[in-house]
């Protein structure tokens, strides 16, 4: 008997403790008869042990699958530290595991996109680790803004006129769309109107984390008024 909320799918959704952004955007991305069930995680040095766990206490959902909510692009051999977590989650719970790092790079590629602008809330020294994450990956990165928060858990009190700014200054001619890193930074609900001013792609961590979630479990319904990605109806099938 299906869930009677979640009639269609209900998805897991992994989210450190101190980011109060994935949980409602993604929230608002579910298309009708679909659910997000959420844990939280501490980030430390144990920090895939910690994911593990709080994907096992998702078990009882019956979840159809695993969202992580973290971007690892900003830490040294971030892209195979969030393969690692998700293969030990995949393993612990016979669950298919997304991550918003590897589904932002899927979603350019579903784009068509090699050349982006990149927006982060972190540091030069951070955002190294993300330049080299999408290059190494056959990305070029031709402009990228760092907010600099002071923390984790301030990024998600960052302004929207703030990220509107950091998204005008990231973006060159020749870039074919800007991408954001940081699951922490509230974008999802600007990307519409980025896209409209910028006049090309804007691929938001989170909503690219929920649009691959949704289409390689077989659900392929637009979601308006969040962008180019998830406004069109498309299966991965047809990509």
């Not at 897991?12 to 008869?33: H, I, S, Y």
């Not at 973290?70 to 971030?78: F, V």
């Not at 589904?103 to 990149?118: N, S, W």
């Amino acid at each position: 008997m299906p869930n009677t909320l979640a009639p269609r799918s209900l998805f897991g959704v992994l989210v450190p403790w101190f980011n109060t952004v994935v949980e409602p955007e993604l929230a608002d991305l579910r298309p009708a008869g679909v659910t997000n069930q959420t844990a939280r995680f501490g980030v430390d040095a144990t920090v895939l042990e910690n994911v593990a766990r709080a994907a096992e206490h998702l078990l009882p959902c019956q979840p159809a699958a695993l969202l992580l909510g973290l971007s690892t692009e900003p830490y040294p051999g971030g892209l195979d530290l969030a393969r690692q977590g998700a293969d030990e989650v995949a393993r612990r719970t016979n669950l298919p595991v997304f991550t918003a790092s590897h589904a932002t790079q899927a979603a350019l590629r579903a784009l068509g996109v090699t050349r982006i602008a990149v927006v982060t809330p972190f540091d030069d020294a951070a955002n190294a680790h993300v330049r080299g994450a999408f290059e190494t990956n056959g990305f070029t990165v031709v402009g990228a803004v760092g907010l600099a928060c002071p923390d984790l858990a301030t990024i998600g009190h960052t302004p929207p006129d703030v990220v509107r700014r950091a998204f005008r200054e990231a973006d060159r001619p020749e870039a074919e769309a800007v991408v954001q890193v940081g699951t922490g930074l509230p974008v999802v609900y600007l990307v519409a109107e980025l896209e409209a001013t910028l006049g090309k792609p804007v691929v938001a961590c989170n909503a690219a984390l929920y649009w691959q979630a949704l289409r390689e479990t077989g659900i392929a319904d637009a979601i308006p008024g969040f962008g180019r990605l998830l406004g069109e109806a498309t299966s991965m099938e047809s990509r």
